[in-house]
Every structure is written in C-alpha cells, then in structure tokens.
Nanobody, 122 residues
Framework: QVQLVESGGGLVQPGGSLRLSCAASGFTFSFYDMTWVRQAPGKGLEWVSDISNGGVRTNYADSVKGRFTISRDNAKNTLYLQMSSLKPEDTAVYYC???????????????WGQGTQVTVSS
C-alpha cells in the first residue's frame, strides 16, 4: 500500500526557510519521478516542483524558481523540498506525489498523505 507522509511544515517569518520531507513506502521509490504540489487557502492545486527518479532532472514553477530546491534520498525513500526566502504567498498545504499520479490528477488533498502546512507570516 502506497504511503506518503509529509512533514516539516510550520510557521515562519517572511524571508525564512523550511525543509519539507516526504517519507515514502509501499512502492519502489527509486523507480518513480516525484512531485511537490501545494494548495493555498481558497485556491486550486498548484504544481511546485518535480524530480526524476535518479534525482538528476528537476523542474520548478516560476513562482518558486531560485528559492526552492527539490531533492531526494533514494536510500532513505525520502523526498525533500528546501524552501528559502519564503513569502506570504507560499502559505499553503504542501503535498508530495508520484509524478505519474499527479499527471493523472491524483494528487493533493484526499489522495495520499495528509500534507504539511506552511504558513509564512510576520
């Protein structure tokens, strides 16, 4: 059974940093490209970043490029999102998913993990 457990969120001041983690189990993590998405209050799901199964290729939304870094540790079955220079508009619940599931529309609230709340506020 696929399980994705996000963690690392919290309350941070503008300009601060956080590192999110996504612990994966129930599938061969190293076989799959992975994706981070987020959902801000009252808004739709937004793609944030993805990474190839080997970690070589990464992609970012323009809104986070240069501030966020996606990475993975296949030995630990864990996906990461290092977030820096955080802005109030980064406030959202962040979810991880297999990229293949995201592309099918099967990502975000109600699909896999519970997400982790990031709140950027002074």
């Amino acid at each position: 059974q696929v399980q994705l457990v996000e963690s690392g969120g919290g309350l941070v001041q503008p300009g601060g940093s956080l590192r999110l983690s996504c612990a994966a189990s129930g599938f061969t993590f190293s076989f799959y490209d992975m994706t981070w998405v987020r959902q801000a209050p009252g808004k739709g799901l937004e793609w944030v970043s993805d990474i190839s199964n080997g970690g070589v290729r990464t992609n970012y939304a323009d809104s986070v490029k240069g501030r966020f870094t996606i990475s993975r540790d296949n030995a630990k079955n864990t996906l990461y999102l290092q977030m820096s220079s955080l802005k109030p508009e980064d406030t959202a619940v962040y979810y991880c998913a297999k990229t293949i599931d995201y592309r099918k529309g099967n990502a975000g609230p109600g699909y896999w993990g519970q997400g982790t709340q990031v709140t950027v506020s002074s």
